[in-house]
């Protein structure tokens, strides 16, 4: 066959050829896919549960007078509704911090949890207001919370005694005791004193150790520079001395 007609053949061959070489190389080259990123799974936020002030209760709410709280004023004091009228409340045996004193904030907080527009029952000691003429009352909610107790016990105030009103003296007395060796609220904070120098608040049934009258004694002089509770009857220096 002469070569002019044999040149078409080649061209297609050699096409073929390319051709073939061409899809090879398609097959041998990796298979490249879209890729869909998946956001990452959120790591779930774990709550620290908070520590809980172990609340007082009593099995069996002494008897008093029903009363819904109106308004909480601070933390040691409400307004209560009784018998259709308005009153001024002031629990007996528990002093909380004043305004701008630390944990002042924290107290009134604390109490407005408790009792805000809540029924409380009122039970009294012995005096019915105080100079101020605000009614005294131990005050329980109607599941049986003690809140004079529960507001000592979370280490956000004193245990402060007026006579007569002493029936649950001991009883608070033991839950301070209890806070402050916990280090609840103010009890764990070092820049907190170990008594209120204010006003006067205590006498010497507030204390269970002269060491511990002695300390808050010294304490209000080098604070307030006065013997701010009047303790020290005799003159010496030395205050409460008939304590253990």
Not at 80 to 93: A, H, K, N
Request: proline fraction near 8%; glycine fraction near 8%.
């Amino acid at each position: 066959m002469p070569f002019t007609h044999q040149r078409p053949l080649l061209v297609a061959l050699l096409a073929l050829l390319i051709a073939l070489a061409a899809c090879a190389g398609a097959t041998d080259a990796p298979l490249t896919l879209p890729v869909t990123r998946r956001p990452p799974t959120p790591t779930p936020h774990v709550l620290t549960p908070r520590p809980q002030t172990p609340t007082p209760r009593d099995t069996e709410i002494p008897e008093g007078d029903p009363a819904t709280v109106t308004y909480v004023i601070d933390g040691d004091t409400i307004e209560v509704e009784l018998d259709g009228r308005t009153y001024r409340l002031r629990y007996i045996g528990v002093d909380t911090p004043e305004r701008e004193e630390p944990y002042y904030q924290e107290a009134r907080d604390f109490n407005r949890d408790l009792v805000a527009d809540q029924t409380v029952i009122l039970v009294r000691d012995v005096s019915e207001t105080d100079q101020y003429g605000r009614l005294l009352r131990y005050v329980y909610l109607e599941d049986g919370t003690f809140v004079n107790a529960a507001i000592i016990a979370s280490g956000l105030g004193r245990l402060v005694t007026f006579p007569p009103d002493v029936a649950q003296t001991e009883y608070l007395k033991g839950l301070q005791a209890e806070a402050r060796e916990a280090g609840q609220g103010m009890w764990g904070d070092t820049a907190t004193g170990p008594c209120d120098c204010d006003r006067n608040l205590y006498d010497c049934r507030d204390f269970d150790t002269q060491t511990e009258a002695q300390t808050c004694f010294e304490y209000c002089l080098d604070t307030a520079g006065r013997d701010v509770h009047n303790l020290d009857g005799g003159g010496d220096g030395l205050v409460c001395e008939s304590l253990p």
